[in-house]
Antibody, heavy 118, light 112 residues
Framework: EVQLQESGPGLVKPSQSLSLTCSVT????????WGWIRKFPGNKMEWMGY???????SYNPSLKSRISITRDTSKNQFFLQLNSVTTEDTATYYC????????????WGQGVMVTVSS | QITLTQQAESLWVSPGEKVSITCRAS???????????LSWYQQRPGQTTKALIY???IRTDGVPTRFIGSGSGTEFTLSIEDVQPEDIALYYC?????????FGAGTKLELK
């Protein structure tokens, strides 16, 4: 069974970087696409970006140059880094698999809540 | 970017009733392969997000047949027939036709 699990600090200071890890079991991240999605207080959802089976990336332009998604195939993990965070980046962050055949997110992690506060 | 509008923030239902959640896109979600790139998701507290429907009308594995996706072009509907207590959740539509992928604002299903 495919399982995803997010991990990382729950509190980040403004202007610092947010770094999260998604650990995947039951499936290799060298297939399909692996994305990050966040849910803001108030329930708005935003697709942040993904890393493909080949390691190429695609990002939401709204995040401009603040975002980076990388991976470690030996550990079957992929990572999110979001720089220069503000309180508006406070959200629950999810990792999910985007199945390339039909382009929907078929497996999701539980989500990790990150608060940006001094 | 494509905007998805879920007009109802909340819908109240009684067990056994039918409910419909609508999602309107700012442009057609039909691709040249004849498929619509619109999917529906369910979020329940304490559980992982569950994909219910893809390509507008195809149920994912294990989803009960009371969940029905329909629509085309820019108008889509998720219908739940014979609502069960476990269907009380937050529902989102998502388009993956064009990047950036975008979600609807979500519709919360609540018990009367």
């Amino acid at each position: 069974e495919v399982q995803l699990q997010e991990s990382g600090p729950g509190l980040v200071k403004p202007s610092q970087s947010l770094s999260l890890t998604c650990s995947v079991t039951g499936y290799s991240i060298t297939s399909n696409y692996w994305g990050w999605i966040r849910k803001f207080p108030g329930n708005k959802m935003e697709w942040m970006g993904y890393i493909s089976y080949s390691g190429s990336t695609s990002y939401n332009p709204s995040l401009k140059s603040r975002i980076s998604i990388t991976r470690d195939t030996s550990k079957n993990q992929f990572f999110l880094q979001l720089n220069s965070v503000t309180t508006e980046d406070t959200a629950t962050y999810y990792c999910a698999r985007l199945t390339t055949r039909v382009y929907y997110f078929d497996y999701w992690g539980q989500g990790v809540m990150v608060t940006v506060s001094s | 970017q494509i905007t998805l509008t879920q007009q109802a923030e909340s819908l109240w239902v009684s067990p056994g009733e039918k409910v419909s959640i609508t999602c309107r896109a700012s442009q057609s979600l039909l691709y040249t392969d004849g498929k619509h790139y619109l999917s529906w998701y369910q979020q329940r507290p304490g559980q992982t997000t569950k994909a219910l429907i893809y390509h507008a009308s195809i149920r994912t594995d294990g989803v009960p047949t009371r969940f029905i996706g329909s629509g085309s072009g820019t108008e889509f509907t998720l219908s739940i027939e014979d609502v069960q207590p476990e269907d009380i959740a937050l529902y989102y539509c998502l388009q993956t036709l064009k990047k950036p992928y975008t979600f609807g604002a979500g519709t919360k299903l609540e018990l009367k």
